[in-house]
């Protein structure tokens, strides 16, 4: 019976390029995203470059019950999923009390519900085979909170602290929960306003297809957490070393937009 790995928010940005080297190491992929268009194109792609079997499924994450839907309908159709990489998430930038309340419930529905949703039902089925791997996108934000991007930095913060601890659940089970922590990357998540933050001109955005290569090693290798690249390495650990206040500020520099 042929094995499946989910990648959830495949049709784009790092999603796409996970797709694209799971598929050059025969993984089968089940992709999830909303964008029909970009998923019938990259299944015909790596079917026909990599000879696997590709999948797509169109969900909108944001949406009640979508973890469940989406799972019951790969039930549906006995996929056998041995692979799971919680991707699909989105960001935004500004001042918390003026951004609509509808998108904070949506990104903390795609980052964190779905995220949740489909790490139980489908680790439970893992459990039960004795094997599997899930990873799950969080980001340096994880480590550092930013303001203007208090409600995105807060889901990737339950990110890590999820994996972390679900992952220490499941030692000996067969099962790895591993998170990937990107620092900026070259994607269309960031918005013109994220583009003309400090952040982004100190700190260079890396190449999707760089961060890719690192989250399926580091998914193949199901160990732990990674973050990607030394200077975000070194941004993650900063707070430990430096005083709330400084850092804060710190913080808040790079998240204001360049004057
Ligand atoms: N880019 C960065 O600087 C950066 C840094 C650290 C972490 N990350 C994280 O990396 C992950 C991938 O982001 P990216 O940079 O590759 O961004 P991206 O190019 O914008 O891709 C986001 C993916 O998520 C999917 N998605 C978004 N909302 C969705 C919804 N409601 N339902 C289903 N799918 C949805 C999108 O597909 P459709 O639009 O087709 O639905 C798309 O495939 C995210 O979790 C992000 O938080 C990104």
């Not at 042929?2 to 993984?27: D, F, M, R, V």
């Not at 955005?205 to 399926?216: F, K, L």
């Not at 290798?221 to 390495?233: A, L, P, T």
Request: aromatic residues 8%; contains cysteine; hydrophobic residues 45%.
């Amino acid at each position: 019976m042929n094995e499946y790995t989910i990648i959830t928010g495949a049709s784009s940005g790092i999603g796409y390029e996970l797709a694209h080297q799971l598929a050059a190491k025969k993984h089968n992929l089940i992709l999830v995203a909303r964008s029909q268009d970009k998923l019938e194109s990259l299944q015909s792609k790596l079917k026909q470059k990599f000879g696997i079997e590709v999948l797509y499924l169109l969900y909108d994450l944001s949406e009640p019950n979508a973890a469940q839907d989406l799972y019951n309908e790969v039930k549906a159709h006995k996929y056998l999923v041995t692979g799971l990489i919680n991707n699909a998430g989105f960001g935004e930038y500004g001042d918390f009390v003026e951004m609509p309340l509808k998108k904070d419930e949506e990104m903390i529905a795609v980052n964190i519900t779905a995220l949740v949703g489909l790490t139980k039902l489908f680790g439970a089925d893992m459990v039960k085979l004795g094997k599997g791997r899930i990873m799950n996108v969080a980001s340096i934000l994880s480590f550092l909170p930013f303001p203007y991007y208090s409600i995105y930095s807060a889901t990737k913060s339950f990110v890590l602290a999820f994996t972390e601890t679900v992952s220490a659940e499941l030692q000996g089970s067969g099962v790895s929960l591993t998170a990937l922590c990107p620092g900026t990357v070259e994607t269309p998540f960031h918005t013109d306003s994220m583009r003309k933050t400090n952040a982004m001109s100190a700190n260079k955005p890396m190449p999707a297809a760089v961060v890719a290569e690192v989250g399926v090693e580091l998914f193949l290798n199901g160990k732990g957490k990674k973050i990607v690249g030394f200077m975000n390495w070194f941004l993650s650990n900063l707070p430990r070393v430096t005083p709330d206040i400084l850092m804060m500020k710190i913080k808040k520099n790079l998240a204001s937009i360049k004057k």
